[in-house]
């Protein structure tokens, strides 16, 4: 079975604090992603990597960095991180380009206060 | 910017009715997926539709598909309780694997 994992379900921070959200993939997908969901704005896409190393803007990138240095893993970096940056966010892979799915993992739900 | 327009937004029904979504988008695309999301987990893949497609059934899904028109349809049919879920189109656009995503359906399936 596929499978997309992120290191924490809940998770709360403080203005100004750097974080760290994890993803990782055990499906040897080329294609990671990052989004943030917001209610009545539905899923927007912040960051994403056709290979290691590699990364692309997505819709929303400001106030957020990426990085990829293994295959499987694709790490979302908050530098500082501000209260309007509470969302819920979801990473997923896919394999090769074109036309086949996203496989989401279960999402992660940041509080900034 | 969002590719796929849901309509509607919510939808209640019977368990045993049929539930129709709709989706518009706004360029042209190499394909359309629909999505599956139940409440506070992620996305679930249901059903993809090749622009050079016009129809597709998985089990109780069917989806149709309108170039001219940048218009989708999710048919789920005989719907259940377990349906209930929010419900996004998504657009891939071009050759790489970029998708873009609606707001989503808001479902509920009434016992």
């Known amino acids: 079975d ?19 959200l994890e993803c990782v993939q055990d499906m040897d997908h080329e294609n990671m992603f990052w989004y ?20 692309e803007k997505g819709d929303i990138p400001e106030g957020y960095s990426v990085s990829r240095e293994k295959k499987e893993r694709f790490s979302l970096i908050l530098e500082s991180a501000s209260t309007n940056q509470t ?8 394999f090769g380009l074109g036309t086949l799915e996203q496989y ?8 900034v206060t | 910017s969002q590719q796929g327009e849901e309509d509607p937004q919510a939808l209640s029904i019977q368990e045993g009715e049929n539930a129709t979504m709709n989706c518009s988008y706004k ?28 129809e597709k059934h998985s089990g109780r899904l069917r989806v149709t598909l309108d170039t001219s028109k940048k218009s989708s349809s999710l048919l789920i049919t005989a719907s259940r309780a377990a349906d209930t879920a929010s419900y996004f189109c998504a657009g891939l656009l071009g050759a790489n694997s970029k998708l873009t995503f609606g707001k989503g359906i808001t479902l509920s399936v009434r016992p």
Request: proline content about 2%; hydrophobic content about 35%.
């Open chain 2, 27 to 54: 360029t042209s695309i190499n394909n359309l997926q629909w999505y599956r999301q139940n409440s506070g987990r992620g996305l679930v893949h249901l059903i993809l539709i090749r622009s050079n497609e016009r």
């Open chain 1, 2 to 20: 596929v499978k997309v994992t992120q290191s924490s379900r809940y998770l709360v921070k403080r203005t100004g604090e750097k974080v760290f």
């Open chain 1, 36 to 55: 943030r969901q917001d209610p009545g704005l539905g899923l927007r896409l912040i960051y994403f990597s056709y290979d290691v190393k590699m990364k």
């Open chain 1, 87 to 94: 969302s819920m966010y979801l990473c997923a892979s896919s």
């Open chain 1, 104 to 111: 989401f993992g279960p999402g992660t739900r940041l509080t």
